[in-house]
């Protein structure tokens, strides 16, 4: 692959990404860590989900997963980075929408 394709496929990936994280913002779940969440007003059918800030930053969109971590809290779970976040709540995590 030529140095001018692999540009023009970086500049529509980038382009690609600015688009859809318009429909994120970062949202502070109480007591717990910082993750972005779909806006309501774009979500288009898509149910509520929150995404790995870490991974965010980098461009790259990774669901959190909900598991309980040895002291019975809820912790978001990221698959590709593998940041594990305690959200010192406990019981089932409600992801929500944002506005």
Same mark, same amino acid.
Do not use: H, I, P, Q
């Given at each position: 692959m030529s140095t001018i394709e $692999?540009? %023009? /496929?970086?500049?529509?990936r980038k382009?690609?990404?600015?688009? $859809?994280? %318009? /429909?994120y913002r970062l949202h502070a779940i109480p007591s717990g860590p910082n993750v972005f969440a779909l806006k309501e007003s774009v979500a288009e059918g898509e149910p509520p989900h929150y995404?790995?800030?870490?991974?965010?930053t980098r461009g790259q969109k990774s669901y959190l997963a909900s598991a309980r971590n040895i002291h019975s809290f809820t912790?978001?779970?990221?698959?590709?980075?593998?940041?594990?976040?305690?959200?010192?709540f406990?019981?089932?995590?409600?992801?929500?929408?944002v506005q």
């Open positions: $692999e540009l %023009k /496929r970086e500049a529509m382009e690609n990404w600015e688009g $859809e994280s %318009k /429909r995404l790995c800030a870490n991974c965010f912790a978001l779970v990221c698959s590709v980075c593998s940041a594990n976040m305690d959200t010192r406990r019981g089932e995590l409600n992801m929500d929408y």
